[in-house]
């Protein structure tokens, strides 16, 4: 039986479509908008990395033989679907960029040059001593027209296509690439003697100066390009030395295929076939643009001092009131579970936890995974002081965590060369757990104390990403860690271990589809019974089509199904198999980042949070750890942070911050 499905990269579109209304919305304050139109352009870059890639591969196949696609394959229709849909936000980017966010600016004495300067001469001028003395030691041109210098461009870098003539042979054509650095400040405040808070473009300034730079030619035009490259790189079949392999498979992902070769829609169409020609570059891999790329600079936009309205006001995270009065964590624990909400709460009691097992004499063992290490992380610090003070410090570092590949080599080195021991990718398996466990000598006992976490252990992030944190001593849940950790340890493939039991642990690979499963049956046979049933599930993406068509059995079975889904959501409301299920969508301040479940169970309600969303990749490539609340205060929390989620999506986050600083 087929189950209806959205498609997910349409989908995800819609997200970041819903990021760009907020760039849009005149009560977020104008430099937060600024900073929604940054992010907007980040993600559509990773989508070109990441996901394009794929769907222009499946095309090819589709266009060979529309027989291969799988039920859920994208149509042969998908690619133009997607493309019409970022051709379409990209147009509102610009109505929203060009008659709000820049009128709004310039109302508030901020102008910022966009377009071609209606006086170069005095632009150059203006900007001629930061050019000679700056810029001028970065810049490499390429000239194109000497076909035996193959050039290939840097993934995501900005260019200016440059087309001149010798002023001895006017009728000659030249084109030549000239980089805009990545190296430099993107914007530049220029001298106002009109009170004005003027700012340039790097790459005007640049445009500015290039009969400098080409003396003995005219400038005719330029134009900015950019290049997008695969960034999907194969790490499942990794062999020998697995630091070595994937610091050798980063440097291929910056010279993998093209997937976006971004121009500036004005550009000749002569040009345009000579570029991709020589960038080999597909027709349907070429997207036109406006005269500006990498937008996503604009997080980095000058402010002038004291425009503090520009921005929202300054978090003031409350401080978890049990550890914040505790002399000593470790033993809180020992006594409580405690539960902190991020970023609505302070992130010490995550870093007292490690710094603390760090230096406690009495620690003898600390465990923990890591899949996106903060780059200045003091929780690596912790556990290299951990190793450094006779610790048995074991460490699960993720090396393929798209992006934080490097990072996360960069503080494995410094951790095995402390003594930490280190523990890599599973072969053809990614582990997304957050978990730690500390082991502690009482006399001839030892006490465990556990972490568990909806967000990786990143100080960095846990600023802005909303979070939850579980520490418990609970003896079912710290002893599965343990056997979960002793499993991670040996680096083996989950079915060589299926006789690990886990009862207070949901472990992907294991037991976690069945336990969700299960739960969402006992709704359903509740609902059958007239019983009260409702399921209740936030996730950052939903697209696991078993876990789906249950949901829209529960629905027809008369099961209330609440939904909030940030990203990817491939469920189908508003037909017949969803008639009893809401979904929502949160986007604000925060990145809504916590997976939570809630199941009724006719009163007496059982709540798990965790590491996994409802994904292909989640649920059968990964390890992912979720975990019971037993604690029913903390239930309480968590239910009621749900319920005000569920209640009103626009004042969410306000309402929590409230809830949270009152929490006793």
Sequence with gaps: ????????????????????????????????????????????DEFFRVRMPAILAINKVLERDPEAAGEESPSPETLQQVLDTINQQQEEYGRIFTGSVLPDLQQNGISLHYGPSADPAAMATLTRTYFLSAVLAWLQPVWLSQRHKKFFPENNALYLVVTLSPEQAPDTQETVLVNIPSGLKRFITLDSPDGVFRIAFLDDVIRVHLPYIFRGYTIQNSYCIKLTRNAEIDMDEMKGDILEEVETLIRKRELGVPTRFLYDATMPLQLRNFLADHFEVAGNEMVPGGRYHNLKDLADLPMPAGFTDALYPKARPSANPEANTADYLLDLIQRQDLLVHLPYQQYDPVLRFFNEAAIDPDVAEIYVTLYRIASGSQIAQALISGARNGKAVTVFVELKARFDEANNIRWSKKMKEAGVKLIYSIPGMKVHAKTALVKRRRGYQWDYSGLIATGNFNESTARFYTDHVLFTSHAGITREMELLFLYLQSREQPMAYHFLQFQHLLVAQFNMMTRFTDMIDREIANAHQGLPAVITIKVNNLQEKAMIAKLYEASQAGVQVNLIVRSINCLLPDITESRNIRVI????????????????????????????????????????????????????????????????????????????????
């Design 1 to 44: 039986m087929s189950i209806p499905l959205y498609n997910r990269d349409l989908s995800w579109l819609s997200f970041n479509y819903r990021v760009l209304q907020m760039a849009a919305d005149t009560q977020v304050p104008l430099y937060e908008r600024i900073k929604f139109l940054s992010i907007f352009s980040s993600n559509l």
């Design 585 to 664: 969508r949160i986007v604000d301040r925060y990145l809504e980042h916590a997976r939570v479940f809630i199941f009724h169970n006719n009163g007496k309600e059982e709540v798990y949070m965790g590491s996994a969303d409802w994904m292909n990749r989640n649920l059968y490539r990964r390890i992912e750890v979720c975990v019971q609340i037993y604690d029913t205060a903390l239930q309480q929390q968590l239910k009621d942070i749900i319920a005000l989620q569920l209640g009103d999506s626009g004042q969410a986050q306000k309402a929590i911050q409230s809830y949270v600083q009152n929490i006793v």
